[in-house]
């Protein structure tokens, strides 16, 4: 059963037409890449699946349930979380902290258990603090992690981000480009962490601009052109495809 479906979604902005009636799924357990020009609406689709913006028309099932236009929190408790093309990384906070606050219900928000600090909420406080300092060590994160996130490179960044929305422990991650701006030794490194996380059972779709690192990492491509499904299949039918060539060297 799919994961994830998306059918005849349909999102303009003014005049143009971001999305024009896309429709696909996703199996649990894929490797999806997703790719296609400049301006091609990868990015609005993954804002339309993931809630930061509201299609015009269509619907979005997750895990078999209607989840069209659901908020990106609700989304994100119930396993679907996403990274952004720019990285939203709070440069005030150091490493560590910008870790920890990705946890999801941080127990302070809520006014009585923070007024009595609860035995409960001591524990679930030392459970977020060991996952995020498990994780910013498996992200051999640790030698940065009292820095400032703005002192970071782009690839430092990049993987920061990624330990963030695990702390979300998702079923579905999105990840729009995951490796833009990041100096090819982090960009295998990057690679190499998508994969395990996807040999462990995390179902993730990935935009990527990169053709060489997405078509040597993922199952399955999809190919957008305005708005559209152009093609879709393993990565070596879709490459030699000429509707594919033509889009790319039509750029
Ligand atoms: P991609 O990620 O494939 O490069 P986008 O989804 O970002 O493409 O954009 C698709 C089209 O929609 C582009 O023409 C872009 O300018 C337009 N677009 C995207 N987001 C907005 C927005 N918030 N407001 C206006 N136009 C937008
Ligand atoms: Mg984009």
Request: contains cysteine.
């Amino acid at each position: 059963m799919s994961l994830l479906e998306v059918e005849n979604l349909v999102k303009e902005f003014g005049g143009l037409r971001a999305l024009d009636h896309l429709s696909l799924s996703v199996d649990r357990g894929e490797l999806v890449g997703v790719m296609g020009p400049n301006g091609a609406g990868k990015s609005t689709f993954f804002n339309c699946v993931s809630g930061v913006v509201l299609p015009d028309d269509g619907q979005v099932t997750f895990d078999g349930n209607d989840v069209t236009g659901d908020s990106p929190e609700k989304l994100a408790q119930t396993g679907m979380v996403r990274t952004f093309q720019h990285t939203r990384e709070l440069e005030t906070m150091t490493v560590r902290d910008n870790v920890r606050l990705a946890a999801p219900d941080q127990s302070g928000e809520h006014t009585i258990p923070a007024l009595l600090h609860t035995d409960g909420m001591k524990k679930q406080e030392n459970m977020v603090r060991d996952r995020a300092d498990e994780l910013i060590e498996a992200f051999e994160l640790d030698h940065l992690a009292d820095e400032y996130s703005s002192n970071l490179s782009g690839g430092q960044r990049k993987l920061l981000e990624l330990a963030r929305v695990l702390m979300l422990e998702p079923d579905l991650l999105l990840l729009d480009e995951p490796f833009a701006g990041v100096n090819p030794t982090l960009t295998r490194e990057i690679a190499d962490r998508i994969r395990a996380l996807n040999d462990d059972g995390m179902t993730i779709i990935l935009i990527e601009h990169e053709l060489e690192t997405l078509t040597e990492l993922v199952d399955h491509l999809v190919v957008l052109e305005q708005g559209r499904l152009l093609v879709e299949g393993i990565p070596d039918e879709v490459l030699s495809d000429e509707r594919v060539i033509e889009a790319y060297l039509g750029e």
